[in-house]
């Protein structure tokens, strides 16, 4: 069994930052990847960043130059540092995770965390 937890959502103000963390726990053998979507009411979910094991983080066009993914490897923790934050990056924003358990280490299960809302006004 495999969670994902997200905190550090908030009402914040235009022009703010915030940053999101998230923490996967549980029969971990390893991890692929690790990214962050978003999502408001009657649109589909997008990418806000993602980060492959071993290589360089790809990001949305809309967040380029105000969003950065980090991890922390030996916690099995992501983190969402956003910054400019304007009223449309408004959403539920979620962790995602590519984890191989330890029960069935040959396969890249995909998970999801509850997500945690940001909401950015003035």
């Known amino acids: 069994q495999v969670r994902l937890v997200e905190s550090g959502g908030d009402l914040v103000q235009p022009g703010k930052s915030l940053r999101l963390s998230c923490v996967a726990s549980?029969?971990?053998?390893?991890?692929?990847?690790m990214a962050w979507y978003r999502q408001v009411p009657g649109k589909e979910r997008e990418l806000v960043g993602d980060i492959v094991t071993g290589e360089s983080p790809t990001y949305a066009d809309s967040v380029k130059g105000r969003f950065t993914v980090t991890r922390d490897f030996p916690n099995h923790a992501v983190y969402l540092q956003m910054i400019s934050l304007r009223p449309e990056d408004t959403a539920v924003y979620y962790c995602n995770a590519g984890i191989r358990t330890t029960t069935q280490p040959a396969i890249i299960t995909n998970y999801w965390g509850q997500g945690t809302q940001v909401t950015v006004s003035s």
């Open positions: 549980g029969s971990i053998y390893s991890i692929n990847n």
